[in-house]
């Protein structure tokens, strides 16, 4: 049974609880060993919440409406020159980052985290980016949503989302 969610904006006070959504983000395939909580402090990952609220900057919690918990985030951000992170196709393409709790996952939660992210990043930007390992099941949601490989790197996809303001 889906558990009942609010969406609000992200603000510079979540900086920290993006740095824990990163962390769930990361890819595990199954049998391998999770990397130490600290690997999102490495500057290639935590350009994607380090100092957030920056011009740009796009997004949005979950918190489950019964605990107050924050239980996902799907953020947007312009990561751009040396700065630039795994999904970079240009300097003026921000990359999606998102994550959910493992008990809130496969109940609609991303997909409005989604919907939420992109109908916004659509009066703003003209594209979207990522990266995502190519066994990761999210691959699948990034479809829906219209993303397409744009480039290939071992086991890793990047892909974009061309918006529109209908978007």
Request: hydrophobic share 40%; charged share 20%; no cysteine.
């Amino acid at each position: 049974m889906r558990k009942e969610i609010e969406i609000t904006e992200i603000s510079a006070e979540d900086q920290l609880l993006l740095g824990d959504m990163l962390y769930l983000a990361i890819f595990v395939p199954p049998g391998s060993p999770a990397p130490p909580r600290e690997v999102v402090q490495i500057p290639e990952l935590s350009r994607y919440f380090q100092h957030w609220g920056k011009s740009g900057d796009i997004g949005y919690l979950a918190v489950d409406s019964a605990t107050r918990r924050p239980i996902g985030a799907a953020w947007l951000r312009l990561l751009t020159g040396e700065n630039a992170g795994y999904g970079h196709v240009n300097d003026d393409t921000p990359e999606l980052a998102i994550a959910l709790l493992p008990a809130y996952r496969n109940q609609g939660i991303g997909s409005e985290l989604m919907r939420r992210l992109i109908s916004t990043a659509a009066g703003r930007y003209d594209a979207i980016s990522l990266s995502v390992n190519r066994d990761n099941r999210a691959v699948h949601l990034y479809r829906r949503f219209g993303f397409e490989t744009v480039g290939r790197h071992e086991n890793t996809l990047l892909m974009q989302k061309h918006l529109s303001p209908s978007n």
